[in-house]
Each structure stands twice: as C-alpha cells, then as structure tokens.
C-alpha cells in the first residue's frame, strides 16, 4: 500500500515558484505518481502524472528522482488562483479499491 | 458533454432516513468511484467499479450500498444515515483504475441531524 506524505500547508508570494514534495517510501515498481489540485467547493481535477524523472504540462512540473520515493510538483509563477489543495496520489495502472489513498493534500496560499 | 454529473448537490436527513446518490459520466468510462471528504480531511474511497456489475469496496465502505446500474451511472445509497456520514460526497470516473486520470463530479453535501 503506496500511502503518501505531504506537508499540511504552504504560503507563497505571487510570481514565486512553488515546490511541493510528496514522500512514498514504499512506492511499487508498477505504481505511477499522480497530481490532483482541488478548489473549495468543487471536485478534484488532474494537473500532472509521471512514472520516473521529470514531466512537464502547460501547468506544472514533476520532478521524480531515481529512488522513486518522492516526488515534487513544482508550480511556475504562481498567482492568486493557484491557491488550493493539491493532493498527491500513488497508484499502479490496474488496481483494486484498496490502493486508493488521497491522503489529507497540501494546501497552498498565494499572497499578493 | 457534461462530465460527470452528481443529485443532489445538498440534502439533509434525520438519523435513520434512507437516501440514494446518484452520479452519471458521459465519457464512456470503465471505472467509477465514490468518495467522502469530512471538513479538512482528504478524500476517502467508499467504493469502487471497475466496470458495470463490478463493485470493490474502498477504504471506509461501513455504513453504504452501491450499484453500478449500467456503464454511465454509479449510486451511493445510505440505507440509515448517521451523523458521522455527515460529509461532502465525490463521484468520479476514469478510462481505467488505479493510476488512470479520474474525473470529478462537483460534490454532494450531505448533512445527517
């Protein structure tokens, strides 16, 4: 069971990069790592997944070292509307229920 | 094309009452999902289709029913609800399980008195 961990909160300043880390020591060899970000009041949307080194979309970074045993999402010049919670997920291609595990995210604050 | 759909968007019950929640996915999806998320806690899997007439059940599954009625719909049913499922419900769907890009319904808020 690839449960992860993230820090509970994180301040950042308009226009700053933001870089949040998920741990997962005991991720599996067929797990992919997997980005959600979610507003109040709404549902979670996907940003970004990877299996191994870095991936990059319109939106974000992933950055995965070797060991696979974290993971970072790295946000761009972050504005106002990047405040949420972003939730790191571990999980294989296939799996049953039982390996679904959102964890309680990391919710970030942009400050002007 | 809407997504993912959820009924209804509020409700409140008394302890004891009964009531279904229904999802639908428009994006001819094989996985479907429910999930709860009590106030700044993440989400927790109820449960889990992989594909009509499949149910699996996730990490909190006490307390709740599903059906996965036809490719498109997945209900959550609470045969008698009590305080502690008093949460906001998501409803989600992917192409394929574990890692495959789910996509979120706009959430449930259920209140139980």
């Known amino acids: 069971l690839a449960k992860t961990t993230q820090p509970i909160s994180m301040d950042s300043y308009e226009g700053q990069e933001v870089n949040i880390t998920c741990s997962h020591n005991?991720?599996?060899?067929?797990?992919?790592i997997t980005w959600y970000q979610q507003f109040p009041s709404q549902g979670p949307r996907f940003i970004i997944q990877?299996?191994?080194t870095k991936v990059t979309n319109e939106v974000a970074s992933l950055f995965i070292p070797a060991d696979r045993k974290s993971s970072t999402l790295s946000l761009p010049r972050v504005s106002l509307s990047d405040t949420a919670v972003y939730y790191c997920?571990?999980?294989?291609?296939?799996?049953?229920?039982?390996?679904?595990?959102f964890g309680t995210g990391t919710r970030l604050t942009v400050i002007p | 094309n809407a997504g993912v759909t959820q009924t209804p968007k509020f409700q409140v019950l008394k302890t004891g009452q009964s009531m279904t929640l229904q999802c639908a996915q428009d994006?001819?999806?094989?996985?479907m999902y429910w999930y709860r998320q009590d106030p700044g806690m993440g989400l927790r899997l109820i449960y889990y289709s992989a594909s009509e007439g499949t149910t699996d059940k996730g990490e909190v599954p006490n307390g709740y029913n599903v059906s996965r009625l036809n490719k498109r719909e997945f209900s959550l049913r609470l045969e008698s609800a009590a305080p502690s499922q008093t949460s906001v419900y998501f409803c989600?769907?992917?192409?394929?399980?574990?890692?495959?890009?789910?996509?979120f319904g706009p959430g449930t808020r259920l209140t139980v008195t």
């Open positions: 994006m001819n999806h094989n996985s």
């Open positions: 989600a769907s992917s192409v394929t399980g574990g890692s495959g890009e789910q996509y």
């Open positions: 990877g299996y191994k």
């Open positions: 005991n991720i599996a060899t067929n797990d992919y």
């Open positions: 997920l571990v999980a294989p291609d296939q799996t049953g229920a039982n390996n679904l595990f």
